[in-house]
């Protein structure tokens, strides 16, 4: 595996316990959800701009996405619609012999939901109600772990759950065909109203649609310095050329902008090194064109891949 990204991330302490203070005047309470779900709302609206000389910047900065080499927000994405066989491209000579001990981003979530000490669940998904989605589930929605569960539990917003309810969890989510994400989110200390202290405590395990998840929607229209912050779990989308009709219908869901149609050639291109890996081209594609598949090694746990890739060193 690489070694950290970028300098470890530390909690912030000293003087910078105001962040502290203005997270618990700011955060997520049960009176005041519907100011949440329109600040989710503006996130999205502002999204749609981020490529833009003035507001881009700002948009950026205010939701601590930059400096880049000093923020280290962090989102995997965890497609449920992964299959256990190795790509059909050449991209490794060791490839197959480890696609057999490869865990699938269904059993990454588990195990980390198994490890971690206390699973605050959401009561309904804030995205979805903020967007009024109708065609998939408000209640399977976000799980906090660890410190950050704990935390808004106590706020109101949120109920202990057992392991045997978040595994149900999990298995719905991917029964409805939803993208599980793990998040490491710097802004959300404000919206949840996490203290300094939480936040090396603090892993979101979220079950998005692509019709309202606001990252997602943010990623979409972000550069690629945003995208950055978006990882693969090491599966990712493969082509099977001869089955691809050119349709085109996968190509606006891309979060990555990895798709494109291939001039004069009838059928798209994936690129791989743009792949996030959500899996929702293969989905859209009605002709099972496209395949969710291994591509490079896959880190053992979450917490793994957030440490090496992302500098967190994150407890359970």
């Known amino acids: 595996m690489t070694a950290p990204a970028k300098p470890l991330w530390h909690n912030p302490t000293g003087i910078a316990g105001i962040r502290t203070v203005l997270a618990r005047l700011a955060h997520a309470r049960r009176w005041n959800m519907p100011v949440i779900r329109f600040f989710f709302r503006l996130l999205v609206a502002g999204?749609?701009?981020?490529?833009?000389?003035?507001?881009?910047?700002?948009?950026?900065?205010?939701?601590?996405?930059?400096?880049?080499?000093?923020?280290?927000?962090?989102?995997?994405?965890?497609?449920?619609?992964?299959?256990a066989a190795p790509a059909t491209i050449e991209v490794g000579a060791d490839l197959a012999a480890q696609a057999d001990a490869s865990p699938?981003?269904?059993?990454?979530?588990k195990d980390c939901l198994r490890k971690s000490s206390y699973i605050g669940a959401m009561r309904t998904c804030v995205c979805r109600d903020a967007f009024g989605c109708?065609?998939?589930?408000?209640?399977?929605?976000?799980?906090?772990?660890?410190?950050?569960?704990?935390?808004?539990v106590s706020y109101g917003i949120a109920d202990e759950m057992s392991l045997e309810d978040a595994f149900a969890r999990v298995d719905r989510a991917a029964a409805e065909g939803l993208v599980g994400q793990?998040?490491?989110?710097?802004?959300?200390?404000?919206?949840?109203?996490?203290?300094?202290?939480?936040?090396?405590?603090f892993l979101e395990i979220c079950f998005c649609c692509p019709c309202c998840c606001t990252a997602m929607?943010?990623?979409?229209?972000?550069?690629?310095?945003?995208?950055?912050?978006?990882?693969?779990?090491?599966y990712q989308a493969v082509l099977d050329g001869s089955l691809c009709t050119g349709c085109g219908d996968c190509v606006p869901g891309c979060i990555g902008?990895?798709?494109?149609?291939?001039?004069?050639?009838?059928r798209i291109t994936i690129d791989l090194a743009n792949c996030v890996g959500c899996g929702m081209c293969a989905t859209t594609c009605a002709t099972d064109a496209?395949?969710?598949?291994?591509?490079?090694?896959?880190?053992?746990?979450?917490?793994?891949?957030?440490?090496?890739?992302?500098?967190?060193?994150?407890?359970?």
């Open 257 to 266: 902008e990895a798709i494109t149609m291939a001039a004069g050639a009838g």
């Open 47 to 83: 999204a749609h701009h981020q490529k833009t000389p003035i507001f881009g910047p700002i948009y950026k900065r205010v939701l601590l996405f930059t400096p880049v080499e000093r923020q280290h927000t962090s989102a995997i994405l965890l497609p449920f619609n992964a299959t």
């Open 182 to 201: 793990a998040l490491w989110v710097e802004v959300e200390q404000f919206v949840w109203g996490f203290h300094n202290s939480d936040m090396d405590g």
């Open 290 to 316: 496209i395949a969710i598949a291994r591509t490079k090694p896959v880190y053992p746990s979450i917490h793994q891949q957030l440490l090496e890739q992302s500098g967190l060193p994150l407890v359970v």
């Open 104 to 109: 699938l981003p269904i059993d990454l979530i």
């Open 217 to 234: 929607s943010v990623c979409r229209s972000a550069a690629r310095d945003v995208k950055g912050h978006f990882r693969s779990s090491g």
């Open 134 to 152: 109708t065609t998939h589930s408000h209640d399977v929605c976000c799980m906090f772990l660890s410190r950050s569960g704990r935390r808004v």
